[in-house]
Nanobody
Framework: QVQLVESGGGLVQPGGSLRLSCAAS????????MGWYRQAPGKERELVAA???????KYVDSVKGRFTISRDNGKNTVYLQMNSLKPEDTAVYYC?????????????WGQGTQVTVSS
């Protein structure tokens, strides 16, 4: 069984930065791909960023150049560095562990962490 625990969310002003962390239990972290999803009120959940086992990364167009996903296999942790935050980045952010075979497919979900961008 895999457990994912997110941290690092909060309230930040437009233009500010936050770093989300996600610690994973279990022994499959280094063999897995990881992804961050978000869901804003009234909107569908979307994949924001994913990092494949070999370190390749994928981003949704709206965050390219502002967000960076990274992983530390020694700590079983994945990060999402978010810079130049905008009000439209406000959402609940979910950490996931999954597979990547051309597209990212999540298998396990964290509980989510709220990110609010507002002045």
């Amino acid at each position: 069984q895999v457990q994912l625990v997110e941290s690092g969310g909060g309230l930040v002003q437009p233009g500010g930065s936050l770093r989300l962390s996600c610690a994973a239990s279990g022994s499959i972290f280094s063999r897995s791909s990881m992804g961050w999803y978000r869901q804003a009120p009234g909107k569908e959940r979307e994949l924001v960023a994913a990092i494949v086992r070999d370190g390749r990364t994928k981003y949704v167009d709206s965050v390219k150049g502002r967000f960076t996903i990274s992983r530390d296999n020694g700590k079983n942790t994945v990060y999402l560095q978010m810079n130049s935050l905008k009000p439209e980045d406000t959402a609940v952010y979910y950490c996931t562990l999954g597979t990547y075979l051309g597209n990212y497919a999540p298998q396990y979900w964290g509980q989510g962490t709220q990110v609010t961008v507002s002045s």
